[in-house]
């Protein structure tokens, strides 16, 4: 058995759970072998993890599959696996754990085990997932911000899958807020394995924080093309709700909010401009029923039963933002803003950003500002 002294017990290890981990860690056992594993052997990972190769055969596992496992097992040894687990500080969670999230254990094809860095009790987890493209628009920025900063402070965990644009700037805002953000990888959780690699600084932060960074793929294994449809059935299996904030046509966020409608789940979409690509895949979700998404109000209202929106304070703001304010009757370009009010460029982005920040203007395309409806 491993020697815990050096790793601060991060696990409990015994033979069946060591054969667990051993099973997967092997990068061609997906959850549903797994689970047929865990079946035919009675829950008990030390005999699965010796399975025989005609088993193997017999339930759907191809030859080139069966023999590289054998190759495999004969290599690994699932004490230097746990060792490494440990001396990481990852969690191994198998489904019947008690940390185990309980909405993921109700989807119909659960992972049987998660690797997890950062909060590991996970069974008080009440999850709002947020997801969108990678090529966001301003639009699309200020409304993901918006949305995990106001979810966040509320009390929602907000999960999304750490890659660039949307991803990033929601557990951005979460953590600005306070709260907490879960990340859900497409490959190991490990620093060696973390995809993209300029998000490694935020992996950091989130654990730092109280947060969580999870995967059922195992340390050391890079992300393939097949991982991330199969993430997203976490993102979504996770959490209460999925918000798609922008997805243009054939986006991954579609695929989490299919899932999220498979699982029962509700499936929110915020809309966006006609004329934008960005915006084809939440406007589509629209017209197939999924809840229009005007704000985190839009969201608490139907999550938090009894729910009433806060009345925004605007009593915060100083008479050189009431004047700027007074002036976006439509939306204007910074310029248009300086030349108004005879005032340096500098001046002005200061004062945009401040009244950006309070939540009364809205950044759009082309450095243009319109006010939010927190301010009539």
Known sequence: MPDHSEAHCVNSWNASRLGWLLLASYECFGSRTLHTLHRLFGGNGDAASRVDAETLRRRGCKDAVVKKFIAFREA?????????????????????DAEYPPLLRQIADPPLALFVKGRSDLRDLDGVAIVGTRRHTPYGKYVASWLGRDLAAAGFWIVSGMAGGIDTIVHEAAL?????????????????AMYPRTNLALARTIEKNGGTILSEISPGILPMPFSFPLRNRIISGLCRATIVVEAAEGSGSLITAHQALEQNRDVFAVPGPITHAQSYGTNRLLTMGAIPCTGPETVMSQLRQGYEPAVP?????????RTLLGLLDTPLHTDEIARALREP???ICARLVALELKGLIIAQEGHVYARSRYWN
């Open 76 to 96: 690994a040894r699932a004490e230097d696996l746990a060792m490494r687990l440990d001396r990481e500080h990852i969690r191994f969670l198998l489904k019947e």
């Open 176 to 192: 600005e807020a306070h709260g907490i953000t879960v990340a859900v990888l497409g490959g190991g959780v490990d620093e060696e």
């Open 313 to 321: 304070h605007t009593h915060n703001v100083t008479d050189e933002e």
């Open 345 to 347: 460029i500098s001046t």
